[in-house]
């Protein structure tokens, strides 16, 4: 559990604001790729600023089963360097404008700056009313607009301080746990997975960017590693104040693996299988219309990936103090170490498709 503290540290610290991923993407692949130490046959950073892991299976009719998690996170870039030393953002992705004043960032300029999110005091304010995200200013210290030019420029990206508090019960509050956590998830599987040898499956980890911008990076899974299947994961709403009936699930109950009509049923149900016969903590969430993952993309592009769901609960998303139980990301893992094991062995029905989209057969 150590280890995976100190993983999912690192892959918080590291700047991947959507639209800027590529900039680490580089270090997401090292930081992985020493978790899960000779584990892999190939490791690369796609054009799109993807990252992939590869553990390839030792057959000679093997079939691609993909996990895919996004490594980039809400955040924001500088659109206006102003008078007193202040610099104006726009948000990327969606963010609680109420979570703002106040709040700490990082400015990954000509070198790192540690700003806050300036604030009125209530006492002095004249409107209950918020302002807008660009209408908010940052303060990094400067004294002058001349200052502040010589270390940001207007489009630099900025991150929500990196940042990893411990809470009781094995529950951690961190900054881009969406969908850093996940990643962590899939690495401490393929952990699992070091000294298992698949026969007929080549497993790649697929770390897609721009998930946070309309899911741009998992477009190219399919051009990309031609997988025939795909686990896509991502976090999903864990009840906290506020919670609607039936549109959440629970800290430490286990990950959460949705029903929908974007989703392969038969490979859907062989997670859900898999989850029953391993004993491992799981729980169901509908989401028939849209999934708000990487899978309603595939499944819009209409190559014919058999997608399914699985989430780890989480609380407070798109904020700075993202919460999620440390045990939900274990079930997780070895999930998806059951589902790989028994995708080698069995497809259940799950169709095999070549580029093009045309079936070779069940």
Same mark, same amino acid.
């Given at each position: 559990?150590?280890? =995976?503290?100190? @993983?999912?540290?690192?892959?918080?610290?590291?700047?991947?604001?959507?639209?800027?991923? $590529?900039?680490?993407?580089?270090?997401?692949?090292?930081?992985?790729?020493?978790?899960?130490?000779?584990?892999?046959?190939?490791?690369?950073?796609?054009?799109?600023?993807?990252?992939?892991?590869?553990?390839?299976?030792?057959?000679?009719? %093997?079939?691609?089963?993909?996990?895919?998690?996004?490594?980039?996170?809400?955040?924001?870039?500088?659109?206006?360097?102003?008078?007193?030393?202040?610099?104006?953002?726009?948000?990327?992705?969606?963010?609680?404008?109420?979570? =703002?004043?106040?709040?700490?960032?990082?400015?990954?300029?000509?070198?790192?700056? %540690?700003?806050?999110?300036?604030?009125?005091?209530?006492?002095?304010?004249?409107?209950?009313? =918020?302002?807008?995200?660009?209408?908010?200013?940052?303060?990094?210290?400067?004294?002058?607009?001349?200052?502040?030019?010589?270390?940001?420029?207007?489009? #630099?990206?900025?991150?929500?301080?990196?940042?990893?508090?411990?809470?009781?019960?094995?529950?951690?509050?961190?900054?881009?746990? #969406? #969908?850093?956590?996940?990643?962590?998830?899939?690495?401490?599987?393929?952990?699992?997975?070091?000294?298992?040898? @698949?026969?007929?499956?080549?497993?790649?980890?697929?770390?897609?960017?721009?998930?946070?911008?309309?899911?741009?990076?998992?477009?190219?899974?399919?051009?990309?590693?031609?997988?025939?299947?795909?686990?896509?994961?991502?976090?999903?709403?864990? $009840?906290?104040?506020?919670? $609607?009936?039936?549109?959440?699930?629970?800290?430490?109950?286990?990950?959460?693996?949705?029903?929908?009509?974007?989703?392969?049923?038969?490979?859907?149900?062989?997670? %859900?299988?898999?989850?029953?016969?391993?004993?491992?903590?799981?729980?169901?969430?509908?989401?028939?219309?849209?999934?708000?993952?990487?899978?309603?993309?595939?499944?819009?592009?209409?190559?014919?990936?058999?997608?399914?769901?699985?989430?780890?609960?989480?609380?407070?998303?798109?904020?700075?103090?993202?919460?999620?139980?440390?045990?939900?990301?274990?079930?997780?893992?070895?999930?998806?170490?059951?589902?790989?094991?028994?995708?080698?062995?069995?497809?259940?029905?799950?169709?095999?498709?070549?580029?093009?989209?045309?079936?070779?057969?069940?």
């Amino acid at each position: 559990m150590e280890q =995976l503290k100190k @993983l999912i540290q690192s892959l918080v610290n590291t700047m991947t604001v959507s639209g800027f991923e $590529k900039t680490n993407a580089q270090k997401i692949l090292s930081v992985c790729s020493e978790y899960a130490k000779g584990c892999f046959n190939k490791a690369y950073v796609t054009k799109s600023g993807s990252v992939v892991l590869a553990k390839c299976g030792k057959g000679q009719n %093997r079939r691609v089963l993909a996990f895919d998690a996004h490594l980039d996170t809400v955040g924001f870039a500088v659109t206006e360097l102003c008078e007193g030393g202040y610099i104006r953002v726009t948000n990327l992705g969606g963010i609680d404008v109420n979570i =703002l004043p106040a709040s700490e960032v990082l400015v990954h300029g000509k070198k790192e700056l %540690r700003g806050v999110f300036s604030s009125i005091p209530p006492h002095l304010s004249r409107s209950d009313k =918020l302002p807008e995200i660009n209408e908010m200013f940052v303060d990094v210290g400067f004294e002058s607009k001349e200052e502040t030019k010589k270390y940001i420029d207007i489009g #630099d990206p900025v991150s929500m301080y990196p940042h990893v508090t411990q809470l009781l019960n094995d529950r951690i509050s961190a900054t881009g746990l #969406d #969908d850093k956590i996940c990643i962590a998830a899939v690495m401490h599987a393929m952990k699992l997975m070091e000294s298992l040898q @698949l026969e007929n499956t080549d497993i790649y980890c697929y770390f897609s960017s721009g998930e946070e911008r309309g899911g741009n990076g998992s477009y190219h899974i399919f051009h990309d590693i031609n997988p025939c299947a795909c686990v896509v994961l991502d976090v999903n709403f864990a $009840k906290e104040k506020g919670s $609607k009936q039936g549109e959440y699930g629970f800290l430490g109950e286990g990950c959460m693996i949705s029903i929908s009509s974007v989703t392969n049923p038969d490979f859907t149900d062989m997670c %859900r299988k898999c989850a029953s016969v391993n004993d491992i903590p799981s729980q169901t969430v509908v989401e028939m219309t849209a999934t708000g993952t990487n899978a309603d993309v595939l499944a819009r592009t209409g190559v014919g990936i058999a997608c399914a769901v699985v989430s780890v609960p989480l609380k407070y998303m798109h904020s700075s103090v993202e919460c999620v139980s440390l045990e939900d990301v274990v079930s997780t893992s070895k999930l998806l170490r059951a589902v790989a094991m028994e995708y080698d062995s069995n497809p259940l029905g799950i169709p095999v498709y070549h580029k093009g989209g045309a079936e070779l057969g069940l």
